[in-house]
C-alpha cells in the first residue's frame, strides 16, 4: 500500500509496510491542494495551484501529462482545488478549481471530454458516486449534482449558511454528507431534500465509513469527529 504526502511543489509516495519513501515527485511549481490515486494505486493525479492538474506513473515515479484547459476555452482558469479519478475503474479524471467549472478527462489518452458550467463561485470540492454515475460539487454556499456522462446539472441543493468546503456520498449513493457554514448536512440525493443538519464548526473535510454507519469529520485545526450517520450530535 502507498501513501502521499504533499505540499508546496513537491509530493512525496510512501510505502506504508515498510514507511520507506518511494518517489519525490517535482514538477509543480506551485502548492499541491489534492492527490488522488487512480484503480490498482499505479497512477497518481496532483491538483495545484499553478492552474495545472499533473498525472504520474507510480512504477517509475515519472510524470504521464499535465492536464491545462486552453486559454481561449477559460481565460479565467486558475487553482486547482481538487481531483478525483472516476470508479470503478478510473477511466476517467474529475477536476475542479477556481475558474468555476469542473472538467472531465479521459485518463488513457488525456483528451478533454466534458465541462460541467453553472456554479457561480470557486469550486472547492467534488466527488464522484461509488458507481461513477454521478458527480456532487461544491460552490460557495451550493451543492450541485450532475449526470457524470453527459454532464447534465441533475439538482442544486441548497441550506448551507456559508460557504461549503466538502462533499462526499455514501457508498450506496443514496445520501450525500457536506460541512460548511458550521453544520455537517445529510442529504438524499433522489429527491435532494435535506435529512439531517448538525452544528460542526471548524470542519473542512467529510467521509463516509464504507458500511454507511458513522462518518468522520475534520478540520485544518486537527479536530476529528466521529459520528452515527442517524444520531444528532457525534459519537465520540
Not at 486558475?78 to 478510473?90: Q, R
Not at 465541462?115 to 460552490?139: E, K, N, P, Q
Amino acid at each position: 500500500m502507498r501513501i502521499t504526502d504533499f505540499g508546496l511543489a513537491r509530493r512525496s509516495v510512501w510505502e506504508t509496510a515498510s514507511g520507506n519513501e518511494l518517489f519525490t515527485l517535482k514538477g509543480h511549481t506551485s502548492g499541491v491542494y489534492t492527490v488522488a490515486f487512480g484503480e490498482y494505486g499505479r497512477t497518481l493525479a496532483t491538483a495545484s495551484g499553478d492552474k495545472t492538474t499533473k498525472l504520474w506513473d507510480l512504477e517509475s515515479g515519472q510524470k504521464l501529462t499535465t492536464l491545462q484547459a486552453k486559454k481561449e476555452d477559460s481565460p479565467v482558469f486558475d487553482f486547482m482545488t481538487t481531483v478525483m479519478f472516476a470508479p470503478p475503474n478510473s477511466r476517467r479524471i474529475a477536476v475542479a478549481g477556481y475558474d468555476k467549472t469542473v472538467r472531465i478527462w479521459d485518463a488513457a489518452t488525456f483528451d478533454p471530454l466534458l465541462t460541467f458550467r453553472g456554479h457561480g463561485d470557486r469550486v472547492y470540492s467534488l466527488c464522484y458516486s461509488a458507481d461513477g454515475a454521478r458527480i456532487a460539487s461544491a460552490a460557495g454556499k451550493l451543492i450541485k449534482i450532475w449526470n457524470a456522462e453527459t454532464g447534465a446539472e441533475a439538482m442544486t441543493l441548497k441550506g448551507h449558511s456559508g460557504l461549503v468546503y466538502d462533499v462526499c456520498f455514501s457508498p450506496n449513493g443514496r445520501r450525500l454528507a457536506s460541512t460548511g457554514g458550521g453544520a455537517l448536512k445529510i442529504w438524499d440525493t433522489a429527491s435532494g431534500l435535506e435529512v439531517l443538519s448538525l452544528p460542526c464548526r471548524g470542519q473542512d473535510s467529510v467521509r463516509f465509513s464504507p458500511d454507511t454507519r458513522s462518518i468522520a469529520t475534520i478540520g485544518v485545526r486537527g479536530r476529528l469527529q466521529l459520528w452515527e450517520s442517524a444520531a444528532s450530535r457525534p459519537s465520540n
